[in-house]
């Protein structure tokens, strides 16, 4: 540490008038002044065991483990150099060190300047009292001595000045070193701050993004406000008035950016209460959200509308309904008309051209049903071929009903266009009224549901609904309720049907066939629960069931002893359902059987309604093991180019043309032709139906493969199936 030595020179001490004449002086009373710098020790720490500060000092010093013992020793030691080492520049050193080390244990300078004043009055008496000190020299000494306190008390000052000023120094960079910090940070980040002095309308500090975004930007008194959109000004000043009154307030806002872009800005105002509880400044934030709230936009949008057409979704229909009830309960004489819309022939589009196809039609039909539309109504897609009508506030619901019904008949008279091709569909329309049918919207759109389901069984153009539409409904859901009860209650069993070879009578495997046990009906057969699980949508669950099922009891046989294979027939929804491969793969490998056991009947329409699709899904089958037959064929339309692209195994001749073959030439024309076609194909070929001798016969000198029907045996529970696999041999 480089110190200033102006204290060490010998100017000082003449400046002091230290003259060596005085410093013998002290030289030859050193034995009396050292003396008394041994009992002014004792003295000095009873002298600072008076006050307070000091006495809670010394005890913490003493309670950390320190030696006031030493620290007395050690204070005789400094006065003793004192009287010996005046002129020693380490000596003289020292002190200043002594000054800075006081600075570091934050010992008070006026502590300091205390205990020089003690010594001073101390040494005096000394000098006063002592016999050894001559009158004459009394005075000199004294002087002396006061001049060495001084010195001796402006070096240690010195250190301890020193000592402070760097602290201070060292303090006042790591200030500054914050304040860039906080600089950098401020102007980096993209908030935009500033912070307002409210009560002299003038700004305290703005970041240097404010002023790049634009140079108007901080007229006060509300930052900001001159480039937000005029119609959003009113909330940010609502929201300034609100900060004015102590309350932290945030407020979305669009600005008009520099390249003549909006965008959305999120701004907080917090205000700072002095001690009297007076807002006087104003801190502000401002986040740019453009982003966030355009993403918020878009879900919003996807929540309430539909993606494909930008209609009102089913969500979004529902509460405007809700919202129309209301209303018309409000206004006397006011209705509601809800109208439910179902296309015709819609799936022929979308199985024959494609998706594509499909989507482009219903944008078609989206655009002309607005045609249609009064303002305040709200038009809806609910889903695939489905959409939905509001007509609020209406005075004659049922006349403002029938005039719109005949505006949407009319939107589908003319043609649909997609690839150069016309497209004609047709829709059933059912109409529901409030108050004239229910009182809230869920009753409304069940009753709208129900009337349009009769009209479309009617062929209808339109249908309100009337009581009494519903006990089919009714009886519909209470089916389709017990049927998912029966899924869960295992309330379901599989019969199996054998199948011959004709050619020699050897069993070539079993149908399975599903039958309910209904625990209050009895024993239902197919028909009776199937078509409502078709159309409720709960097939492929059956389905699912069927196969697993069958699998695991194929799986008993085979462990018995008993090889066989097993079919099944296949669901349109189950078939079509992108995941139907796996499913068969995870039923075969629950079972643990291999894919030669299972066979897999689809009717011929569900194999032709997507033809490609079909080839690729009876082509993954295949590949896995898993045989493929043609079910109820001559029934559909499929072509011989069609046909021959399938990689299936069989063809199922329809029992209509088996049943009666031989006592109806056309159907037995029908049995000889498919059987031909299927030769040449290279398919084995299976009548179903053969409840007779006489059919029996006919299809085996026909060389037809393989039969099936009551003739042979009916469906059987699985116990009797495994009697009569036995007795087959």
Same mark, same amino acid.
């Given at each position: 540490m480089n110190w200033d030595n102006r204290f060490l020179n010998q100017e000082v001490n003449a400046f002091l008038e230290i003259d060596c004449q005085q410093l013998k002086l002290v030289e030859r009373y050193q034995g009396v002044l050292t003396q008394g710098a041994q009992s002014f020790a004792d003295v000095f720490y009873q002298y600072l065991f008076k006050f307070p500060a000091t006495s809670k000092m010394l005890a913490e010093y003493s309670r950390k483990g320190g030696d006031l013992d030493r620290l007395n020793q050690k204070q005789v030691s400094h006065l003793f150099s004192l009287m010996t080492h005046q002129n020693d520049p380490a000596y003289l050193e020292r002190l200043k060190h002594i000054g800075e080390v006081h600075y570091e244990r934050n010992i008070d300078p006026v502590w300091i300047l205390g205990a020089y004043r003690l010594y001073q *009055?101390?040494?005096?008496? &000394?000098?006063?009292?002592?016999? %050894?000190?001559? @009158? +004459?020299?009394?005075?000199p000494l004294a002087? $002396?001595?006061n001049k060495?306190?001084?010195?001796?008390?402006?070096?240690?000052?010195?250190?301890?000045?020193?000592?402070?000023?760097?602290?201070?120094?060292?303090?006042?960079?790591?200030?500054?070193?914050?304040?860039?910090q906080i600089s950098d940070l401020l102007t980096n980040i993209p908030q935009l701050i500033w912070s307002i002095d409210v009560?002299? *309308?003038?700004?305290?500090? &703005?970041?240097?993004?404010?002023? %790049?975004?634009? @140079? +108007?930007?901080?007229?006060?008194?509300?930052? $900001?406000?001159a480039w937000t959109v005029k119609c959003d000004r009113p909330k940010v000043e609502a929201a300034w008035t609100r900060a004015l009154k102590g309350e932290k307030a945030e407020v979305e806002s669009r600005v008009h950016a520099p390249e003549g872009k909006l965008r959305w800005f999120k701004r907080t105002f917090h205000p700072f209460i002095d001690a009297s509880g007076n807002v006087v400044r104003i801190d502000?934030?401002?986040?740019?959200?453009?982003?966030?709230?355009?993403?918020?936009?878009?879900?919003?949008?996807?929540?309430?509308?539909?993606s494909l057409t930008g209609l009102a979704n089913r969500a979004l229909w529902f509460d405007h309904i809700k919202q129309s009830i209301a209303v018309a309960r409000r206004e006397a004489g006011k209705q509601v008309v809800v109208m439910l819309l179902d296309l015709n022939h819609f799936k022929y589009i979308n199985d024959?051209?494609?998706?594509?196809?499909?989507?482009?039609?219903?944008?078609?039909?989206?655009?002309?049903?607005?045609?249609?539309?009064?303002?305040?109504?709200?038009?809806?897609?609910?889903?695939?071929?489905e959409f939905a009508l509001l007509l609020p506030m209406v005075n004659d619901a049922r006349a403002a009903a029938i005039k719109v019904a005949q505006k949407i008949q009319a939107c589908f008279r003319e043609p649909y266009m997609f690839g150069g091709n016309e497209l004609y569909l047709g829709v059933a329309i059912g109409i529901t009224r409030y108050p004239d049918n229910g009182q809230d919207a869920d009753t409304l759109v069940r009753c709208a549901d129900m009337a349009m389901y009769t009209c479309k069984r009617a062929n209808a153009a339109y249908q309100f609904y009337q009581t009494g539409l519903d006990e089919p409904y009714r009886k519909q859901i209470h089916l389709v309720s017990n049927i998912k009860k029966a899924l869960r209650q295992n309330e379901f069993e599989l019969h199996y049907q054998p199948k011959v070879i004709l050619s020699n009578g050897q069993t070539n495997g079993l149908e399975a066939l599903i039958r309910w046990h209904h625990p209050e009906q009895g024993r239902l057969l197919p028909n009776e629960f199937i078509p409502v699980a078709e159309q409720m949508g709960l097939m492929k669950e059956l389905t699912e069931w069927v196969i697993a099922t069958a699998l695991r009891q194929n799986k008993a046989w085979l462990v018995s002893g008993i090889n066989t294979t097993v079919a099944v027939n296949v669901s349109a929804r189950s078939f079509q359902d992108h995941h139907f491969v796996r499913s068969v793969k995870n039923a075969l490998e629950m079972a643990d059987v291999s894919a030669d056991c299972l066979e897999l009947e689809i009717t011929?329409?569900?194999?032709?309604?997507?033809?490609?699709?079909?080839?690729?899904?009876?082509?993954?089958?295949?590949?896995?093991?898993?045989?493929?037959?043609?079910?109820?064929?001559?029934?559909?339309?499929?072509?011989?180019?069609?046909?021959?692209?399938?990689p299936i195994d069989q063809l199922k001749i329809d029992k209509s043309f088996v049943k009666n073959m031989d006592r109806d030439d056309n159907d037995a024309a029908i049995v000889r032709s498919v059987i031909d076609l299927g030769h040449n194909l290279g398919f084995k070929v299976v009548a179903e139906g053969v409840e007779r001798p006489q059919p029996m016969q006919m299809l085996k000198n026909l060389g037809c493969d393989i039969a099936q029907g009551y003739h042979i045996s009916r469906p059987m529970p699985t116990v009797a199936t495994t009697s009569w696999l036995s007795q087959a041999g």
């Amino acid at each position: 540490m480089n110190w200033d030595n102006r204290f060490l020179n010998q100017e000082v001490n003449a400046f002091l008038e230290i003259d060596c004449q005085q410093l013998k002086l002290v030289e030859r009373y050193q034995g009396v002044l050292t003396q008394g710098a041994q009992s002014f020790a004792d003295v000095f720490y009873q002298y600072l065991f008076k006050f307070p500060a000091t006495s809670k000092m010394l005890a913490e010093y003493s309670r950390k483990g320190g030696d006031l013992d030493r620290l007395n020793q050690k204070q005789v030691s400094h006065l003793f150099s004192l009287m010996t080492h005046q002129n020693d520049p380490a000596y003289l050193e020292r002190l200043k060190h002594i000054g800075e080390v006081h600075y570091e244990r934050n010992i008070d300078p006026v502590w300091i300047l205390g205990a020089y004043r003690l010594y001073q *009055n101390h040494i005096h008496a &000394i000098i006063h009292d002592s016999a %050894e000190v001559q @009158p +004459l020299d009394r005075g000199p000494l004294a002087d $002396c001595l006061n001049k060495l306190l001084f010195r001796d008390m402006g070096l240690m000052l010195e250190g301890y000045w020193y000592a402070a000023t760097h602290s201070l120094q060292d303090e006042k960079n790591k200030v500054d070193d914050l304040q860039r910090q906080i600089s950098d940070l401020l102007t980096n980040i993209p908030q935009l701050i500033w912070s307002i002095d409210v009560i002299n *309308n003038k700004p305290i500090y &703005i970041s240097p993004t404010v002023e %790049e975004i634009s @140079p +108007l930007s901080m007229k006060l008194p509300i930052p $900001c406000l001159a480039w937000t959109v005029k119609c959003d000004r009113p909330k940010v000043e609502a929201a300034w008035t609100r900060a004015l009154k102590g309350e932290k307030a945030e407020v979305e806002s669009r600005v008009h950016a520099p390249e003549g872009k909006l965008r959305w800005f999120k701004r907080t105002f917090h205000p700072f209460i002095d001690a009297s509880g007076n807002v006087v400044r104003i801190d502000g934030i401002m986040e740019e959200i453009t982003e966030t709230k355009l993403a918020r936009n878009r879900l919003e949008r996807m929540a309430t509308t539909d993606s494909l057409t930008g209609l009102a979704n089913r969500a979004l229909w529902f509460d405007h309904i809700k919202q129309s009830i209301a209303v018309a309960r409000r206004e006397a004489g006011k209705q509601v008309v809800v109208m439910l819309l179902d296309l015709n022939h819609f799936k022929y589009i979308n199985d024959t051209l494609g998706h594509p196809a499909g989507d482009l039609v219903l944008r078609q039909v989206s655009n002309r049903l607005q045609g249609v539309l009064r303002d305040g109504d709200t038009l809806a897609r609910l889903g695939g071929d489905e959409f939905a009508l509001l007509l609020p506030m209406v005075n004659d619901a049922r006349a403002a009903a029938i005039k719109v019904a005949q505006k949407i008949q009319a939107c589908f008279r003319e043609p649909y266009m997609f690839g150069g091709n016309e497209l004609y569909l047709g829709v059933a329309i059912g109409i529901t009224r409030y108050p004239d049918n229910g009182q809230d919207a869920d009753t409304l759109v069940r009753c709208a549901d129900m009337a349009m389901y009769t009209c479309k069984r009617a062929n209808a153009a339109y249908q309100f609904y009337q009581t009494g539409l519903d006990e089919p409904y009714r009886k519909q859901i209470h089916l389709v309720s017990n049927i998912k009860k029966a899924l869960r209650q295992n309330e379901f069993e599989l019969h199996y049907q054998p199948k011959v070879i004709l050619s020699n009578g050897q069993t070539n495997g079993l149908e399975a066939l599903i039958r309910w046990h209904h625990p209050e009906q009895g024993r239902l057969l197919p028909n009776e629960f199937i078509p409502v699980a078709e159309q409720m949508g709960l097939m492929k669950e059956l389905t699912e069931w069927v196969i697993a099922t069958a699998l695991r009891q194929n799986k008993a046989w085979l462990v018995s002893g008993i090889n066989t294979t097993v079919a099944v027939n296949v669901s349109a929804r189950s078939f079509q359902d992108h995941h139907f491969v796996r499913s068969v793969k995870n039923a075969l490998e629950m079972a643990d059987v291999s894919a030669d056991c299972l066979e897999l009947e689809i009717t011929e329409n569900t194999l032709m309604s997507n033809i490609d699709f079909a080839a690729d899904i009876i082509r993954s089958l295949s590949d896995i093991g898993v045989k493929v037959a043609i079910d109820d064929f001559g029934t559909g339309y499929s072509s011989l180019a069609y046909l021959k692209r399938l990689p299936i195994d069989q063809l199922k001749i329809d029992k209509s043309f088996v049943k009666n073959m031989d006592r109806d030439d056309n159907d037995a024309a029908i049995v000889r032709s498919v059987i031909d076609l299927g030769h040449n194909l290279g398919f084995k070929v299976v009548a179903e139906g053969v409840e007779r001798p006489q059919p029996m016969q006919m299809l085996k000198n026909l060389g037809c493969d393989i039969a099936q029907g009551y003739h042979i045996s009916r469906p059987m529970p699985t116990v009797a199936t495994t009697s009569w696999l036995s007795q087959a041999g």
